[in-house]
């Protein structure tokens, strides 16, 4: 059974070969070890979706592909000094001087005297005072920000990803939807126009995901199998499950329609705290669900997972990132095993991470984890 077949057997509900694996690998973050180059290089640099997801490929052969980042492609024009295990990044052009911090991996802009600059001057957050608060306020605060492109938050796949992986579970992303507004209007100002006007905050939603059946069909006519989206800030440790219930789950049951009306599973990977938020999300028709391993501290527990959501719904394990961090193999396989025996003994479940993988995890490690997967998740399906 291929890794494509397998993956479409479980999140129809089925019993594949065995388990499939799929894991976060977000950003520059723990895959500048896979490509054999500096954070930096790799962060900064203009290496492709496609390099990145080659290299994680070349390593793990996970089950999917997942297209989530590439390079900023910063470095273009730019000097570059490493002297003393620091990095010094200059224009120039412009004259213009940053140091890249290894610990965090920032870049933080100098000024003349070779000092950081202020707060003020490097801070990227998104206020907004006087948010919409009518529908025709939000068609005029859009036409004014020029933002309503419908692809401005899609990252597509290369044109070539499909004939690079042909065996493949290919993911496309897809436009979000709270997190979308929030990263708009900022969490504080999206969240109070959610609480005094929903109706304006779904309407902002809506704008945002009107070119969603466009971006589907494209989708899959470059041979994606599935779309992929992550939604942050509608759980129940941000908003209630009633404000979920009436706004936002008919927003995630639209996206979720799309995706199957152009021939593509749905995949929503729903951060935050979810149980309160399960017996609605039953009924919005996504083939997967995927999930954070903790919420402020809190384990989201798989068992409970399953038994709400039912034997049919797949679900991603939420295995612990942070145990994969430690390197302890005994934990990890006696993790692997209770994922697979309280959630996937009778299938419909991929084995997956709640978070990215961390960046100082071992890449033997990763390798452990999938080997053990594949081992202890076998079914006899006979």
Not at 135 to 161: I, L, M, S, T, Y
Not at 200 to 218: D, H, N, T, W
Not at 271 to 280: D, E, R, S, T, Y
Request: with cysteine.
């Amino acid at each position: 059974m291929t890794s494509r077949e397998r993956m479409h057997m479980a999140l129809e509900g089925g019993k594949p070969d065995q388990v499939p694996v799929a894991p976060y690998i977000w950003g520059a973050e723990f895959v500048w070890k896979l490509m054999g180059k500096p954070i930096w290089q790799v962060q900064l640099g203009s290496y492709s979706t496609l390099d990145y997801c080659e290299a994680i490929q070349r390593r793990y052969e996970c089950d999917w592909v997942i297209p989530l980042s590439r390079g900023e492609g910063f470095l273009e024009g730019k000097e570059v000094v490493e002297e003393g295990g620091r990095v010094w990044i200059s224009d120039p052009k412009t004259g213009r001087k940053w140091e890249f911090l290894s610990d965090g991996h920032l870049l933080v802009e100098m000024d003349a005297a070779g000092q950081p600059m202020t707060d003020e001057a490097t801070t990227h957050g998104v206020v907004v005072e006087n948010p919409p608060t009518t529908k025709a306020e939000v068609d005029a605060w859009f036409e004014r920000r020029r933002q309503n492109h419908p692809g401005r938050w899609d990252q597509p796949p290369a044109p070539d990803f499909r004939r690079r992986f042909p065996d493949t579970f290919l993911i496309g992303r897809i436009t979000t939807c709270c997190y979308a507004v929030g990263t708009i209007l900022g969490f504080d100002t999206a969240l109070i126009l959610l609480h005094e006007h929903p109706e304006v905050f779904c309407y902002m939603a809506e704008k945002i995901l009107e070119g969603l059946p466009e971006r589907c069909q494209r989708l899959a006519q470059e041979g994606c199998d599935a779309g992929f989206t992550y939604d942050l800030w509608c759980s129940a440790d941000v908003i209630s499950p009633a404000t979920y219930r009436n706004w936002i789950a008919p927003l995630h049951r639209q996206m979720s329609d799309e995706m199957h009306r152009a021939g593509l599973k749905s995949i929503l990977y729903f951060c935050g705290n979810i149980l309160p938020m399960l017996p609605a999300f039953k009924e919005l028709g996504w083939d997967a669900i995927t999930f954070e391993e903790q919420v402020k501290g809190t384990e989201q527990p798989i068992a409970e997972v399953r038994k709400i959501l039912g034997p049919k719904q797949c679900i991603f394990g939420n295995f612990d990132a942070y145990v994969l961090l430690s390197g302890d193999k005994a934990k990890i396989e006696s993790e692997v095993r209770r994922q697979i025996e309280t959630a996937g003994k009778d299938g419909a479940f991929v084995m997956g991470i709640g978070s990215p993988v961390c960046d100082g995890t071992d890449p033997e490690i990763v390798d452990f984890w999938i080997k053990t997967t594949r081992q202890i998740g076998r079914y006899n399906n006979g």
